[in-house]
Structures are given as C-alpha cells and as structure tokens.
C-alpha cells in the first residue's frame, strides 16, 4: 500500500493511502535516508509504502520504504548538533509568519529562512500578521520590511488571522497546492489555519503576558485536508532557524539580488566580504541592497550562525 505521511510523533506515524483511509504506521528495525543524517527518517509529506499487520485486534501498518522527494525544508537538530530534523517534505510552497512584537520576528530570521528555503528550492510567502494591532509608526515598518523583500522577488501580505483581513488573498494563493505555515510561537499560524478552514478547530494559545512571547501549541508538525481542495501542513513554533549543510561559498547564491549580481564581480569566487571590485558591496553602498540582508548573509558565512540559535520545537 501507499499514503502520504499526515503527522508524525517521532515513534508513529499516521498515513493515508489514496483511497482516503488512515493508518497507524511505525517503522520496522533502522530505516535511514541516504545521504541524511536525520534525527527523523520520515517526515510529514513524504510518500511511503507500507504493509499492514494484525496485532491482537490492532491493525498496525509497518512502513518499508519512502517514496523520492522532490524537496524537503530542513533545520538543525536541537541536541545533536552534527544532525538534522527534517520539518515536512514534498512541498508546494512555504508561509512564514512575521510579527513586528509578540513575538518580535528579526529580519536575521527571516532571512535564514529564505535561505533554506530558496536552497531546497521551495517557493516562500511572508505573511505580516497581526495588522490590525499596529500603530501608524508600526505599520509604516511593516511597509517597509514588506517592500524590502517584494524588490528581490518574495510576495509578500499584511493579514490579519485574527480580523481576517486578507486571508482571501492567502486562500487563493493555497488553492490546489501543499503549503507549509511556519513562524515563531505566538505568530498567530493556527489562528490564522483555523481562519482559512473554520471546520479544523486547531488549538490556540493566547500570548504569555509575562514573557511576550507565545505559548507553544503544536507539538508536532501536522498536515490537514482543507475543503477548499488544498493541504496545509502546520508546524511547532521555533525560536531560530539555523542553516544546514551548506557551503560558504553557495550561500551567496540563496540570496537572489547577490545571485543576480554575482557576475559583475571582479573575482568567480568573490565572497562579497574583503574582496575588491564586489559588486555586491557596491550595490550596498549606493543603497541598492539593504544593509539588513547583507549584515544576514555575513553572519553565516563567517559562521556566526554556527551560534544563532537553532530551531526549537515545542513541548508541552
């Protein structure tokens, strides 16, 4: 039998096959990807094939193999630092959530995730939640950071899960296609699921007074059908995002207008920090790439982001 892969708990995994059924499914004995040293084999998108057993009165399926993946988005292992977690294969496209407060989402965030993104080649979405919570000053950042990533390529939204301000034009974006909603705790990405498709009923948190920051909700990454004939995959809010397996030299082409530049440098191999006749530092300093871009893409090649802090999923 196959399915695709709809939560996974790190010991069961739930599928559905392709006539609408669901199954509980483990894996049987090590099951590891080649070429992957991943904390978790199988992740949520993926497609399997998998077999099913009889276990007193259970009916338990036993997954044998993971189908190819045409991509996946990746983040650094909380406790195994030379390992990875593999968030969702298989995607059609990602939503980052960003808040300007509560929580604060900083550009160096964004921008790392962009990054993964445009590495494992999925389309990316930036979502400015939480609108209608803004004052003048506030909204005009938020026009700004929006303009700032609409130059080099991204589409990008002011919404508001809450209001429901836009989630029309979020909707239509989705239609017929796997997305991924990702963000900070507290961003607002189940509200804004529950906005999207009222009939899913995720739980939601309210923001921690004390810390301003959000209480995680979702423990775990989760995909659900949507009536509007679509597939979201919610995700556990994170606190950072750092990179994987890249090398210095390639990161520079994950950042779209440096890529775009890249052939009017002086050297093949420039990296855009020392070297002379850059045309990516002369780009900065006619004010033709933002300075919080440049400031992001020096952090991990120097290996800076060797010590931002990864990616950590919620507990309970």
């Known amino acids: ?183 900070h705790s507290g961003a607002g990405k189940s509200t804004l699921v529950n906005a999207i498709d009222k009939g899913l009923d995720i739980k939601t948190t309210e923001i921690s007074q004390q810390h301003l920051q959000g209480q995680h909700t979702t423990t775990f990454a989760e995909m659900y059908d949507l009536t509007m004939g679509a597939q979201i995959i919610d995700t556990p809010g994170i606190k950072g995002f750092g990179i994987v397996d890249m090398e210095r030299e390639e990161i520079g082409d994950y950042f779209p207008e440096f890529f775009e530049l890249k052939e009017n440098c002086k050297f093949n191999n420039c990296l855009h920090l020392d070297e002379p006749k850059c045309a990516v530092k002369d780009a900065l300093e006619n004010d033709e790439v933002a300075w919080s871009r440049y400031r992001s893409y020096v952090s991990m090649v120097t290996g800076e982001d060797d010590n931002y802090r990864v990616d950590i999923y919620a507990e309970k």
């Open 1 to 183: 039998m196959q399915g695709t892969v709809y939560k996974s708990t790190g010991s069961w995994y739930t599928v559905k096959t392709d006539d609408g059924s669901f199954y509980e499914c483990r894996i049987k004995g090590k099951f590891r990807i080649k070429g992957i040293k991943s904390t978790n084999p199988i992740a949520v998108g993926d497609r399997v094939v998998f077999s099913v057993e009889k276990i007193g009165d259970d009916t338990i399926g036993v997954i044998k193999e993971i189908k190819d993946r045409k991509n996946y988005i990746i983040r650094r292992s909380v406790n195994l630092s030379k390992q990875t977690h593999i968030i969702a294969a298989n995607l059609d496209q990602v939503f980052l959530l960003v808040t300007l407060n509560n929580p604060k989402t900083y550009t160096s965030f964004i921008d790392r995730f962009l990054v993964t993104a445009e590495a494992y080649d999925i389309p990316a979405i930036l979502l400015f939640n939480k609108i209608d919570t803004y004052n003048e000053d506030e909204l005009v950042e938020i026009k700004y950071l929006a303009a700032l990533y609409r130059k080099i390529g991204y589409t990008c939204l002011g919404i508001s899960a809450k209001t429901g301000k836009n989630v029309d034009k979020v909707k239509e974006l989705m239609f017929g296609k796997t997305s991924m909603f990702s963000g």
